[in-house]
């Protein structure tokens, strides 16, 4: 129980899979992500706000039809 708590506060603090993976002693950062994805809610949110900020105003008033997260029509 320990173990988990600390991979999912880990995870949730923004710490890289592949760091955790070797810290936990999993093979690979898969078996990581097998266990503990669903504490990644936010994945994906830092490249978009990059994008967005490239491109600017423009990007964010199509962002929400056109976000990997939404739902597609």
Do not use: C
């Not at 999912?8 to 760091?19: F, K, R, W």
């Not at 600017?56 to 199509?62: A, F, I, K, P, V």
Request: hydrophobic share 35%.
């Amino acid at each position: 129980m320990l173990r988990h708590t600390y991979a999912s506060i880990m995870l949730e603090a923004g710490e890289p899979v592949v760091t955790l993976a070797r810290w936990l002693g999993h093979s690979s950062p898969a078996v990581t992500l097998g266990y503990y994805a669903h504490f990644m809610p936010e994945a994906g949110s830092k490249g978009r706000s990059a994008i967005d900020g490239l491109l600017g105003r423009r990007g964010d008033e199509h962002a929400g039809r056109n976000s990997p997260d939404s739902p597609q029509g």
